[in-house]
T-cell receptor, first 112, second 113 residues
Framework: DAKTTQPNSMESNEEEPVHLPCNHSTISGTDYIHWYRQLPSQGPEYVIHGLTSNVNNRMASLAIAEDRKSSTLILHRATLRDAAVYYCIPTNSGGSNYKLTFGKGTLLTVNP | DSGVTQTPKHLITATGQRVTLRCSPRSGDLSVYWYQQSLDQGLQFLIQYYNGEERAKGNILERFSAQQFPDLHSELNLSSLELGDSALYFC????????????FGPGTRLTVL
């Protein structure tokens, strides 16, 4: 499994953009980059994923570096509901290993 | 609401006992995954089933077993329980391809006294 490095915690103010970085320097060419988040007392939920190009959805944007060794999850306007632990997870599209390997993630605090 | 249901929400039992956790996947999903979340180990993958067959195994103890039934619901059986088995157990489901989104249930909180 590709290893990831994320900041332990980050803080933001409500209504401001948040950039959550992730380093995944050992990622393979067929690994997608998935982001999940876990709100307090809930199960993880999918946020976004991508392979090479930047991706946007209604929740967030994902910016992937050209060498794919890092990515950044962008929340355009943080809300209190975005306070959660964010996990960056490389997932192998080419093998039979379907599991999600969660690291420690980044605890995002959003201040009102 | 992810569409994945888990029962019970809470379970309190004693050491040495056996419990069964149940999971119903989202409609149309063929794969079920079980994860354990404890304070010291974080979220860890236990096992995956696809359309009734075991597909992948993670750090699942021999005292734990799982199965997926023809109606695609899954059960995780935990036996000879120890204090250290106290944790949140999450079930997730997906269509079944490697990079498919996994949808997680609300979890079962197991407390072993």
């Amino acid at each position: 499994d590709a290893k990831t490095t994320q900041p332990n915690s980050m803080e933001s103010n409500e209504e401001e953009p948040v950039h959550l970085p992730c380093n995944h320097s050992t990622i393979s060419g067929t690994d997608y980059i998935h982001w999940y988040r876990q709100l307090p007392s809930q199960g993880p939920e999918y946020v976004i994923h991508g392979l090479t190009s930047n991706v946007n959805n209604r929740m967030a944007s994902l910016a992937i570096a050209e060498d794919r060794k890092s990515s950044t999850l962008i929340l355009h306007r943080a809300t209190l509901r975005d306070a959660a632990v964010y996990y960056c997870i490389p997932t192998n599209s080419g093998g039979s290993n379907y599991k999600l390997t969660f690291g420690k993630g980044t605890l995002l605090t959003v201040n009102p | 609401d992810s569409g994945v249901t888990q029962t019970p929400k809470h379970l309190i039992t004693a050491t040495g006992q056996r419990v069964t956790l149940r999971c119903s996947p989202r409609s149309g999903d063929l794969s079920v995954y079980w994860y354990q979340q404890s304070l010291d180990q974080g979220l860890q993958f236990l096992i995956q089933y696809y359309n009734g067959e075991e597909r992948a195994k993670g750090n699942i103890l021999e005292r734990f077993s799982a199965q997926q039934f023809p109606d695609l619901h899954s059960e995780l059986n935990l036996s000879s329980l120890e204090l250290g088995d106290s944790a949140l157990y999450f079930c997730a489901s997906s269509v079944g391809n490697p990079t498919d989104t996994q949808y997680f249930g609300p979890g079962t909180r197991l407390t072993v006294l």
